[in-house]
């Protein structure tokens, strides 16, 4: 494809399958652009089309091949042969909870999803994640109490889904994680009180006379203020 989406008369065509029926599509393309390719329209499943927003989880399956693969659509580059579906939604046990009445207890995250405790080890998590994830070591820190590592280790989660859809166990690993994560940022990372101090500036209107005198700035004054702005080293 050209930069401006037309077609080269260079380019190699691949076969593949999306939901069974085959579609010849240039060779270069991602899994999203084949797809709208092909003649389907995207009402879900597509969003940032960058590998960040996980709302184009894809499975497929190469033709001769046993093994059931996952993808970003709109990351992965079409393989021939591929057979592929992609999941618009997948129905994750999403619980609503009020991180006031919460704690860092060690068991606060089985308290609400205790489906954790079904956990089999199986790391079908881990290996059904497209972004090579340590899915299941990250649940083992939820279950654990390990709040910390259980953040450090599902932080690039990007919500797909992919991990829970194949979960013998029906955990919605990211949901877990997003918990987790909440946990430790609220009540075991320590407070700052540089932000604390800042807030409360805020709240006393202390940048109010600064931003009135910006936005009353013409355009010119303000990209001279930006360029002698002080600099920190
Ligand atoms: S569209 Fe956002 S990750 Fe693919």
């Known amino acids: ?6 077609l080269q008369p260079e380019q190699k065509m691949v076969p593949v399958f999306i939901m069974n029926k085959k579609y010849d599509v ?3 393309m991602t899994v ?4 709208e390719y092909s003649g389907y329209r995207y009402k879900r499943g597509c969003g940032c089309r960058g590998g960040y927003c996980g709302a184009c989880a894809t499975f497929f399956r190469l033709e001769g091949d046993v093994k059931l693969r996952t993808a970003l659509a709109c990351q992965k580059v079409v393989e ?4 592929l579906v992609q999941l618009p939604f997948f129905p994750g046990n999403k619980r609503k909870y009020d991180m006031e009445k919460l704690s860092a207890d060690p068991g606060q995250v089985l308290k609400i999803y205790p489906e954790l405790y079904k956990c089999l080890g199986c790391n079908t998590c881990t290996k059904s994640c497209y972004i090579e994830m340590p899915t299941l070591d990250y649940i083992t820190a939820l279950v654990q109490g390990d709040f910390e590592k259980a953040a450090e280790l599902s932080f690039e989660c990007v919500m797909c889904g992919l991990c829970s859809s194949r979960c013998p166990a029906e955990i919605t690993h990211p949901q877990a994680a997003m918990l987790g994560m909440r946990i430790y940022g609220k009540f ?7 932000l604390k101090k800042r807030v409360a500036d805020i709240l006393a209107d202390v940048y109010e006379p600064g931003l009135r005198k910006l936005m009353a700035m013409d355009v010119d004054d303000l990209k001279e203020l930006y360029s002698n702005r002080e600099i920190e080293p």
Request: net charge negative; no cysteine; charged share 20%.
């Open 26 to 28: 240039p060779e270069t």
């Open 80 to 83: 021939p042969g591929m057979y």
């Open 1 to 6: 494809m050209s930069e401006n989406g037309t």
């Open 188 to 194: 075991v990372v320590p407070r700052d009180e540089h």
């Open 32 to 35: 999203m652009q084949a797809m």
